[in-house]
């Protein structure tokens, strides 16, 4: 018999017909009542799989007292209640590395994009703004700069690789310095950002990471300076960071997520000096791919009585 397996929310064709081969998948977004669904069949589901952007909270893993794994499309697992389901011995997979190239490519084009205007360009020349007013005020170049990357780990790392080639200097902050990195290090992050051109945020989300990113950051890197935030919206302290642009105090922003997406900040939407994505850095056809193969794979290699590939906890 296939064992059971809550599936929260809708992922891509090839990965629900491949869950389906391996599993009795209970859709649960699909249902009118969802706690009925699980009071009917929560005692036989073996398996949780869901996505970074809807989690797993302790009371879905309570409902679900038999469930083994937790498999998450998504490297970031801030939505997921870890110390529960460490609790209740539940292992929890996510999708490491295979997002890394997508995610540093929307840093590094949030990054061209901010500073090179290309945005404002575009609404320029759309708006018949060129032959009216002729060309656009100058906009800046990126080489000899300095980036500070917040969270230099899988992602980070590949961001300091590409922005390096051109012709960037490369520091970074993490709890600790790594041995086997050629930049600087600064056990400070407002440090960091007085030094920085650009801060790029791609640490992870939830309570350790909470506002890290706060107005004393933000006043540091300064009128100059530009904030680019792909890794979670509650990194940054998003009131402040509006009232850092709209005060002058902060020179720009490049951002793919948000405190509580799907929403964004009303202000941000005039801004020329941001540019705004809709937490879109994997959402490639290959990367999307890879992450949903990945979420199959480790809840397969788990009912074959073999490790998980990609095991947080
Ligand atoms: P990773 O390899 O675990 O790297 C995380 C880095 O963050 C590490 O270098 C770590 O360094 C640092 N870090 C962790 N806790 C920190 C803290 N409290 N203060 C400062 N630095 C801290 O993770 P990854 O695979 O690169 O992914 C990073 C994050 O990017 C994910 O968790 C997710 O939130 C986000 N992400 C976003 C998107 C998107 O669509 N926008 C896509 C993928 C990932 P230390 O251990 O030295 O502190
Ligand atoms: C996904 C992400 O868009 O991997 C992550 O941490 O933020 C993105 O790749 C998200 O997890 C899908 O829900």
Redesign the pocket.
């Known amino acids: 018999m296939k064992p059971e397996l809550v599936l929260v929310g809708p992922m891509m064709p090839h990965v629900m017909a491949a869950l389906d081969e391996d599993f009795t998948v209970h859709r649960l977004w699909e249902t009118a009542d969802p706690d009925a669904l699980l009071a009917d069949v929560g005692e036989r589901v073996r398996a949780i799989a869901t996505s970074?952007n809807i989690g797993a909270t302790a009371a879905l893993m309570d409902a679900l007292p038999k469930a083994e794994i937790i498999s998450c499309y998504?490297?970031?697992?801030?939505s997921i209640d870890l110390a529960h389901a460490a609790k209740r011995g539940v292992i929890v997979t996510n999708t490491?590395e295979v997002?890394?190239d997508d995610?540093a490519n929307?840093a590094i084009a949030l990054l061209l994009a901010t500073s090179r205007r290309i945005c404002v360009g575009d609404r320029y020349v759309r708006a018949g703004k060129w032959p009216q007013h002729g060309e656009m005020p100058l906009t800046r170049g990126i080489r000899g700069k300095r980036v500070g990357i917040?969270?230099?780990?899988?992602?980070?790392k590949d961001i300091a690789a590409k922005a390096s080639v051109f012709g960037v200097e490369i520091l970074y902050?993490?709890?600790?310095p790594?041995d086997d990195v050629p930049h600087r290090y600064y056990g400070d992050l407002v440090e960091m950002a007085r030094d920085s051109d650009y801060l790029v945020a791609?640490?992870?989300?939830g309570e350790?990471?909470r506002n890290?990113v706060n107005r004393q950051v933000m006043d540091a890197l300064g009128p100059e300076g530009v904030l680019i935030n792909?890794?979670?919206g509650t990194v940054v302290d998003e009131a402040e960071l509006v009232l850092a642009l709209q005060e002058g105090r902060l020179g720009g922003a490049g951002l793919?997520?948000f405190l509580e997406e799907p929403q964004v900040p009303e202000p941000l939407l005039s801004m020329d000096q941001v540019v705004l994505q809709p937490?879109?850095?994997?959402?490639t056809v290959e990367t999307r791919h890879a992450m949903g193969d990945l979420v199959v794979q480790n809840l397969r290699a788990h009912f074959a009585g073999k490790p998980a590939l990609t095991a947080v906890q």
């Open positions: 970074g998504g490297v970031g697992v801030d490491p997002l890394n995610v929307m917040l969270g230099l780990g899988r992602i980070g902050h993490g709890r600790s790594q791609i640490c992870p989300g350790a990471t890290l792909v890794a979670r793919d997520v937490h879109a850095a994997s959402a």
